[in-house]
């Protein structure tokens, strides 16, 4: 407790001022960076899935096979029940793969997509699964084919639930990236852990998570904004 | 030409079997403007949606000018489709699409270029009436202008047949007549078929000139519309023409002796008939209900009449009102304790 005391004192805030001058402006670019590069990546490959586990549905606009959904759907559940910090160990062999090496910033864009893919293909399963279905009946009843139906009466219907959606993606992300900052990673995550915590600064550790905080308000309220602005719903 | 022939529909739940459709055979002929009219969950619905193959009949057939549909491929399937649209009571607009982009959707499905298809769904806006909407997104239209663009949007692959799932039924009854008269505009400059999927006596009234009774899933009664209003024959059409019979304010009272005459399109239901009857024959008939409607010259309807006395008296008056030669009235005699079967 001492300890704690004894991290805000004057000496030390002037310390952790220096540190937050001298080495945020690289962590911020850092977790940004990690956070939209994963975000990007998640997207790219849960938005086709996701819209492969409504239209594939038994009841959707193109079933498939139901073997093949329900190991679709144990896949996904498998990973995203899997802690993240063990799932980062456990994708070493395929971050080395993509990347080469398993340390560094780039290096933990992989765990966080593996992590998010099957996250964002559950939030574009339940954005689609959103749109009425008797409007989905009625482009069947105008005698569109499957992909017509997903592509220009599920996905535009979607949109302003997606961009929702999307946002709530990209700052669970961003909270990820504090935790793979801790191992190997940049960004404020690892200025919290290693500077913060590690070495007793907790001014340093305290101002990591501020900015932390006010990162996420930031993209939340541009999702939020985006989201109402896109939905023609609304009478404006 | 649509027809259906043995046509049955069951639903499997998981409380067993639904028939929502019961050995329905119809025959719709081109250019006609055709009611079928039920109360909630005669199978309106299933029977609309079967024509277009959207549901799978479990039995019988439907012939699209002489085609059985449900031989067809899928992709022969949305080719029918687009010769055999739809209208919804929900409308069922893209909501995050302009109304143009809603009326281009069909054509865009059937592979029409772009240009072409804003073309032809910009007409559309004018024949519907709303060429100053085309920009505006659904949520900025009312009701009754939002149908119009869904309407737009059904004509938009030139179909042969327009189907109106309650089309109407969502709108005040101003706006149901409009949409109602646009219907049959459309049907007189263009030669559509159209079925009229309907719980309202008024709109078949309005713009049919045949229709089928529904009940339960089977077809009660069908003919031209004069006539099923003129002479209802099923119990379920007279409960439809006549609501307040099927409401039991026509109970006769317990013994009473009651006359029911039927306005068959009788000219001169002007004439005082109580009255007369009264003067010539010393009975005093009250009117225990009426429901009579005029069409153009003609008079139809129910009256129920109770006579006072006994067994002659009653015979007197239905002597007296079977004589009456230029007026054509059926007389069905109830003794207090039966509803009148009516046949
Ligand atoms: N998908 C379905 N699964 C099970 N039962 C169904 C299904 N669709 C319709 N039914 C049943 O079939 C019957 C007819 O339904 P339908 O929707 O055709 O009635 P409707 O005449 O259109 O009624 P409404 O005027 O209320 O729209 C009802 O008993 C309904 O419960
Ligand atoms: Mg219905």
């Known amino acids: 407790m001492n300890q704690f005391a004894n991290a805000f004192t004057g000496e030390k805030l002037q310390e952790a001022w220096e540190i937050f001058l001298r080495d945020f402006p690289f962590a911020l670019w850092e977790t940004v960076y990690v956070t939209v590069l994963a975000t990007f990546f998640a997207i790219v490959i849960g938005l086709p899935l996701g819209m492969l586990l409504v239209a594939g ?31 980062i160990v456990m994708v070493i062999p395929l ?27 559950r939030l574009v399963e339940g954005s689609l699964r959103g ?36 946002t709530l993606a990209i700052t669970t992300i961003m909270g990820y990236t504090a935790m793979s900052g801790a191992i190997g990673g940049g960004g404020l995550g690892k200025i919290a852990i290693m500077i913060g915590y590690n070495r007793y600064k907790y001014a340093v550790l305290y101002l990591a998570v501020i900015v932390l905080v006010i990162l996420v308000q930031v993209f939340q309220t541009v999702g939020s904004r985006l989201a109402a602005m896109s939905d023609k719903r609304l009478k404006r | 030409m649509i027809e259906l022939r043995n046509l049955s529909k069951s639903f499997i739940t998981p409380d067993g079997a639904v028939d929502a459709l019961k050995h329905v055979n119809l025959t ?18 299933t029977l609309v949606r079967c024509i277009n193959m959207l549901e799978r009949p479990t039995e019988g057939t439907v012939l699209l000018n002489g085609q059985d549909l449900g031989v067809l491929s899928d992709k022969e399937l949305r080719d029918v489709r687009r010769k055999v649209t739809m209208i919804f009571q929900g409308f069922n607009l893209l909501m995050q699409r302009t109304c143009l982009k809603n009326v281009m959707l069909p054509l865009r499905f059937s592979g029409t270029p772009k240009e072409e298809a804003e073309q032809r769904a910009l007409e ?15 949520a900025q239209l009312s009701g009754g202008q939002q149908q119009r663009v869904a309407i737009a949007r059904a004509l938009a692959t030139s179909p042969e047949v ?16 409009q949409i109602l008269e646009l219907i049959r505009t459309i049907n007189r400059d263009t030669g559509i078929t159209v079925i009229v999927i309907t719980h309202q006596m008024s709109v078949v009234q309005e713009i049919c000139g045949r229709v089928a009774i529904l009940e339960n899933g089977t077809v009660v009664e069908e003919g031209d519309v004069t006539r099923v209003f003129s002479n209802p024959q099923a119990q379920a059409t007279r409960n439809l023409v006549y609501p307040e019979m099927a409401q039991g304010s026509l109970q006769p009272a317990p013994g009473g002796q009651q006359v029911r005459l039927s306005f068959n399109g009788a000219s001169a239901a002007s004439e005082p008939l109580i009255a007369r009857m009264a003067m010539e024959c010393g009975i005093a008939a009250s009117v225990h209900t009426a429901s009579i409607r005029s069409v153009g010259e003609h008079v139809y309807g129910y009256m129920l009449l109770e006579i006072p006395g006994g067994p002659d008296e009653l015979a007197k008056a239905v002597n007296y009102l079977k004589a009456m030669k230029d007026v054509s009235v059926r007389v069905e005699v109830s003794y207090g304790d039966t509803g009148g079967d009516g046949q």
């Open chain 2, 28 to 45: 719709i002929r081109d250019g006609d403007i055709y009611g079928i009219i039920g109360m909630s969950g005669a199978g309106k619905s």
């Open chain 2, 162 to 177: 327009l189907l109106c799932d309650e089309a109407t039924s969502a709108l005040d009854p101003k706006t149901t007549h």
């Open chain 1, 57 to 87: 549905d038994e009841h959707g606009v193109r079933p498939m096979p139901r073997l093949l959904m329900r190991a679709i759907n144990v896949i996904i559940n498998l990973l995203r029940s899997v802690p993240f910090l063990i799932l």
């Open chain 1, 131 to 166: 749109v009425n279905p008797n409007i989905i009946e009625t482009a069947q009843s105008m005698g569109a084919k499957p992909g017509q139906i997903l592509f220009h009466v599920m996905l535009p219907e979607s949109v302003p639930a997606l961009i929702s959606n999307f």
């Open chain 2, 124 to 138: 559309l806006l004018k024949t519907v009436g709303l060429p100053d909407k085309a920009n505006m997104y659904p």
């Open chain 1, 95 to 121: 971050t080395r793969l993509i990347v080469g090496t398993s340390v560094g910033t780039t290096a933990s864009v992989v765990p966080l997509v593996v992590a998010a893919f099957p996250f964002v293909a």
